[in-house]
């Protein structure tokens, strides 16, 4: 189950996880929830955030089977996730809007925020290509650095300006967007043969 670490693939897996996550893009949502609900528990939202990805990442074929979903469905669905996601990041639009919470260190930021639904799909599909110790050190990275940013996120604003994360925003839409069409392509082929 478990082979020797291979960094391109926790490189490869940790920039498609943090593609998906967009925790820089969503820094003005944060800064959003901050001024609606206060304080924000950063470590509480990633440690939860984590523990969904590696139970989903252990578990999410398990649950899939269960509810009667393969795999290559799933990927089909959260590829549609992931293209809707990459229009809303590069078109600066929004597509899906919740009401205001009243707290959002768990929900909206652990789930969906952090671990939703992309993030679930993408998992997935990464454990059809790369080892289950790489996605999980992957994902450990990425949460680490979500820790950061949440926790530092007043200060990324200043530094940045609101011009600079719509770049960021914008360039990582287009990878997703790329990635989105990839996991499609390579599972509507396998749906149908």
Do not use: C, W
């Amino acid at each position: 189950m478990f082979k020797v670490l291979d960094f391109r693939q926790i490189f490869t897996a940790g920039m498609i996880l943090f593609a998906v996550i967009d925790i820089i893009g969503n820094i003005p949502i944060i800064i959003d929830l901050r001024k609606k609900v206060g304080h924000i528990q950063s470590e509480k939202a990633s440690i939860v955030a984590g523990i969904i990805m590696i139970v989903f990442l252990f578990l999410g074929k398990e649950i899939l089977n269960l509810i009667g979903i393969d795999v290559n469905s799933f990927a089909v669905a959260g590829s549609f996730i992931l293209f809707f996601l990459a229009l809303e990041m590069i078109l600066g639009i929004s597509l899906y809007k919740d009401d205001a919470p009243e707290t959002a260190s768990v929900v909206p930021l652990a789930f969906p925020l952090i671990a939703g639904a992309g993030t679930m799909t993408s998992l997935v599909s990464l454990q059809a290509e790369y080892e289950t110790l790489n996605i999980i050190v992957a994902i450990v990275i990425n949460i680490i650095f979500v820790y950061l940013v949440l926790k530092s996120s007043g200060k990324i604003e200043r530094i940045l300006g609101s011009q600079g994360i719509n770049v960021i925003r914008k360039v990582f839409g287009v990878i997703l967007l790329a990635i989105a069409v990839k996991l499609f392509a390579a599972n509507i082929q396998s749906l149908f043969s």
